[in-house]
């Protein structure tokens, strides 16, 4: 019986006065943790949130959004993390697609939510964080009432739902992903042994909690009974001194802000030197950037390759060295292999879609079987990933398929043109995508931020890049410079934003 709930409890009664959370200038143990969770723990029940009821969150990083989290781990109900970007018909349709009786969100976001309230007929309770206003519950009224004893026994399985994560939509409409209190407790001891952590270690995490990324250092430091520090928002000056201050051991970060914080002007290797691990997450760090961070941070650097459906590998700190390139292996008990689209497995260096099974593997994407019997077949989640393994199993990503361009029939992976991209001195990050071409279907073109602007033109970085790619149908058709990318709540960045106006002017010329 696995119930990720008992967790906090254990720790609150076993190592009561240890550091459990901080958030800004709140710094909570284990024992005022606890008691905070059991008040909503209390206050949901008394609200008639029952086991499996659907409770919504719609909140920037806060100590509100981190109770949440575990006061449905003791009720057995289910919370569904939402993008504070969401608007109109996105968040009106998540709400009834996830069937939430419950919203929890703050005074900023109310007149968003607002605007679509005659939309949400199951939504009984609307709870506001911070603030009072007609129609909506004050969470700190309710909670404060309420008392830090122990909620009600309730049998939980390690088959129950506990939290519903919508995709991010960055290709397609957003699919409810379904994980369970067996497949947290799993993220808890799998990612501790992964990336050595301890109850002595003390994780950070400072890109959105709502992006299942937060969930790789934050169930581990539950697992173990360690420090989860959560800044408010990402800004890579007050994260370098966070780390030097809080002697922050772990953080998980997306590519872009592990750029930002390698260009930040406080930036030094003595104010970081606690850190043990710094891991990328959420989609490829180009080479230049891996080996910038092995000079100046080397033995930190891990690499996660995954999907929130529940496949993943790692690239160890201590296989970088040999294997840059590659984004790891498979934790234990996950099993992995490369197929052609016949299904057959393909050889060693043969490129292929990445398919893989194990215990973190989700049931299922939530109303949505149709859309689950295309992702998981006997049990195989296929990523719509391309990549290779190398004679010892390590993987090696070559591109995400739906990224690929395909120009004049032959397939164009943009990663492989981004690496080279970023290897100019000029270049912050770049982004390559398809657009429309005449003769070929599609082109590469490339979006790029530069580190001081109008250092280089256009023309110049695109004839630097177009000398150095290996193959004519590599050469970019274009460059355009960007101050910044468009980024999901995770940091992903957003080809598929960058592509429409191109496809749209297509159209319209069609």
Request: aromatic share 8%; with cysteine; charged share 20%.
């Amino acid at each position: 019986m696995t119930n990720i709930g008992l967790l906090l409890p254990r720790h609150a009664t076993y190592r009561p006065d240890h550091l459990a959370v901080v958030f800004e200038q709140e710094r909570l143990t284990f024992r005022q943790f606890n008691g905070r969770v059991n008040q909503l723990a209390h206050t949901l029940h008394q609200l008639g949130v029952g086991k499996g009821d659907k409770v919504a969150t719609i909140l920037p990083n806060c100590l509100e959004q981190l109770t949440m989290y575990w006061a449905v781990a003791k009720t057995g109900a289910v919370v569904v993390p939402l993008s504070p970007m969401l608007r109109g018909t996105g968040l009106s349709r998540l709400l009834n697609d996830s069937d939430s009786v419950l919203v929890l969100t703050d005074t900023e976001f109310m007149p968003h939510l607002e605007k679509v309230r005659g939309d949400l007929p199951l939504v009984r309770h609307y709870l506001l964080a911070d603030g009072r206003a007609p129609g909506y519950h004050t969470y700190h009224d309710l909670v404060n009432a309420a008392p830090e004893s122990e909620p009600p026994y309730l049998e939980i399985s390690g088959d129950d739902p506990y939290n519903i994560i919508y995709s991010s939509g960055t290709t397609g409409l957003p699919k409810g992903i379904v994980h369970t209190h067996d497949i947290r407790a799993w993220y808890g001891a799998t990612f501790a042994a992964a990336y050595r952590m301890n109850p002595e270690s003390i994780m950070a995490h400072a890109g959105s909690v709502v992006f299942n990324g937060a969930f790789l250092t934050l169930m581990p430091a539950m697992f173990l009974g360690a420090p989860f520090i959560l800044m408010k928002q990402f800004d890579p000056a007050a994260l370098i001194e966070l780390i030097a201050r809080e002697k922050v051991t772990h953080i998980k970060m997306v590519p872009s802000q592990i750029i930002a914080l390698l260009h930040a002007p406080n930036f030094s290797p003595e104010k970081l030197a606690s850190l043990e691990m710094l891991g990328s997450v959420g989609a490829p760090l180009h080479l230049e950037h891996k080996q910038e961070l092995a000079r100046v941070l080397p033995g930190r650097f891990y690499e996660l390759y995954g999907l929130t459906e529940g496949f993943m590998t790692i690239l160890d700190k201590l296989d970088f060295a040999a294997k840059p390139n590659s984004v790891g292996t498979p934790p234990p008990f996950m099993e992995m292999r490369i197929e052609r689209p016949d299904g057959t497995l393909c050889a060693p260096h043969e490129v292929g879609e990445i398919v893989g099974r194990g215990p973190m593997t989700m049931p299922g994407y939530y109303k949505r079987p149709d859309l689950t019997a295309q992702a998981i077949h006997d049990g195989w989640l296929h990523s719509g990933d391309l990549g290779y393994l190398d004679e010892e199993g390590f993987l090696y990503l070559v591109d995400r398929q739906k990224d690929m361009i395909i120009s004049g029939g032959v397939n164009v992976y943009p990663r492989d043109i981004e690496e080279i991209v970023v290897q100019h001195t000029a270049v912050r990050e770049a982004a390559v995508f398809g657009v429309p071409d005449d003769h070929w279907g599609e082109t590469p073109m490339a979006a790029v931020i530069l580190n001081e602007p109008g250092s280089i033109s256009e023309a110049e970085l695109l004839a630097w890049v177009n000398e150095r790619v290996e193959a004519r149908f590599q050469k970019l058709s274009g460059v355009v410079f960007m101050a910044d990318f468009p980024r999901s709540t995770a940091g992903k960045t957003l080809k598929r934003v960058m592509r429409e106006p191109f496809w749209a002017e297509q159209e319209i010329k069609i």
